[in-house]
């Protein structure tokens, strides 16, 4: 292995990257290589309106991205400085051969671009440690440095990366990278776990996340262990079935599989809610992510066909796979209020020239699932429990007797005994409970 050569900082040193090249296309970048350029055109460091302008322009890119709420909350390592942490950021986002090869294995010295990737990683480390004090200084641009404050995002803590920068070693650097995409995961994949697919079919981090867990979930529990043992199998081995959750309306069903966030959280399980109108986008899905170091769950809720719909196929060959194995990384996990999926109607049966096929039609769908989870509806005594013990979890002060009156009352006045109808009946108790100590 040769020693790279690292020449000086200049205009053009960005172009020079190879596996990192998407980064010069980011407005922090751009503005960066463009106070670079006019620099080098300024005669005896007498900044020109363009260069000032282009400074300030960078100026204001990071102070409004670094006062977005959620930068209280950083995803990457934060160097230490404004410059650093959103450099980083940058570097963290960019989906490449380089970062993809992190995410999957631990790097050897001896692979075959290892040169190639550490003279990317020098051109990075230039430009992490460009020295802003002495570049304002030498052209007095700004007697405010705000690149080189702390982020107090975590900016005291020493990692293996913020050792690196320090040391400005690119092979120190290079391993820590690897090491920290490894462990963390890449881009919209880095410490996030659940996501939703937008009109144009991209992925969307989900910001706010459920806190729901397996405990706050009463009953069920033969369920909650046949799901969180199957995902462990998708998490541990690339096994684990496709899994229909079936029942009644508001047993728990979504709540089981939105708890498995908290269940997997220190896992590199993610979760991606599909909408039944977003079926035709599983395919595509299967394509982007069936090469991804993740397990993944493809989440449908409340699945339902009616009969003369036939979108149902388009989920049917997906379950059942086609010449083309599906990914063995990600599963399709469903609710339904109904057994079968897909309505069944008398007059389909009396019309068909063969009733017993489209009856067997119908019923496939389902039977695809490999893992069928019935949830079925309480009966009022496991509600009164339900009741009771979300009372005891919520704070809700009120005495037994009355409280069973009271959720006996509020059954009626609803559809069933679920346990969403009793948290309901929790949540109402509770503001009740706190205007009147607002009153006192």
């Known amino acids: 292995m040769k020693a790279i050569k690292i020449n000086p900082l200049t205009s053009t040193t960005p172009l020079q990257l190879v596996f990192f090249r998407e980064i010069n296309n980011t407005p922090l970048v751009k503005c960066f290589s463009k106070i670079l350029s006019e620099s080098e055109k300024s005669p005896d460091n007498k900044p020109s309106p363009e260069l000032v302008e282009a400074y300030y322009h960078l100026k ?27 450099l980083l950021k940058n570097i963290f986002n960019d989906v490449n051969a380089l970062t993809l090869f992190c995410e999957t294995q631990l790097m050897e010295t001896n692979h075959h671009f290892y040169n190639s990737m550490l003279q990317d990683v020098s051109i990075l480390l230039q430009m992490l440690n ?33 050792e690196a920068i320090q040391k400005n070693d690119p092979n120190q650097f290079l391993s820590a990278l690897n090491h920290f995409i490894y462990e963390n995961g890449l881009g919209i994949f880095l410490n996030n776990a659940s996501f939703k697919v937008n009109a144009s079919g991209q992925l969307v981090p989900i910001s706010k996340e459920t806190n729901q867990t397996m405990d706050d979930l009463i009953g069920n529990n033969l369920q909650k262990t046949e799901i969180i043992n199957n995902t462990q199998a998708l998490i541990d081995y690339d096994q684990g079935l496709n899994v229909l959750l079936q029942g009644s309306m508001g047993t728990g069903k979504s709540s089981t599989v939105l708890a498995l966030l908290h269940t997997f959280r220190n896992t590199r399980l993610k979760i991606i809610e599909i909408k039944r109108d977003q079926l035709s986008q599983i395919p595509h899905l299967f394509k982007q992510l069936g090469d991804r170091s993740y397990p993944f769950i493809l989440f449908i809720d409340d699945l339902t066909f009616e009969t003369r719909d036939n979108e149902y196929k388009i989920l049917k060959g997906v379950l059942e796979g086609s010449l083309e194995k599906n990914p063995s990384n990600i599963r399709i996990y469903a609710t339904s209020n109904r057994r079968h999926l897909v309505e069944e109607r008398f007059s389909e049966r009396e019309d068909a020239v063969n009733a017993r096929e489209v009856l067997e039609e119908k019923l496939s769908l389902s039977s695809r699932f490999g893992l069928v989870l019935t949830y079925s509806t309480p009966n009022q005594q496991e509600y009164l429990c339900i009741v009771k013990e979300l009372a005891k979890s919520f704070g809700v002060i009120m005495d037994p007797s009355e409280l069973e009156s009271r959720a006996i009352m509020w059954e009626r006045r609803h559809i069933n005994t679920s346990g969403r109808t009793a948290e309901q009946l929790v949540h109402y108790l509770l503001s009740e409970q706190k205007r009147l100590e607002l009153k006192h």
Request: negative net charge; hydrophobic residues 35%; proline residues 5%.
């Open 130 to 162: 460009f020295q802003w004090e002495i570049f304002l200084d030498e052209y007095s641009i700004d007697s405010e440095n705000i690149l080189a404050k702390e982020t107090s995002l975590l900016s005291s803590q020493n990692t293996p990366l913020t």
């Open 60 to 86: 204001s890119i990071l102070i409004q991205d670094y006062m977005e709420p959620e930068q209280s909350l950083a995803k990457h390592p934060v160097g230490k400085s404004i410059w650093q942490y959103f």
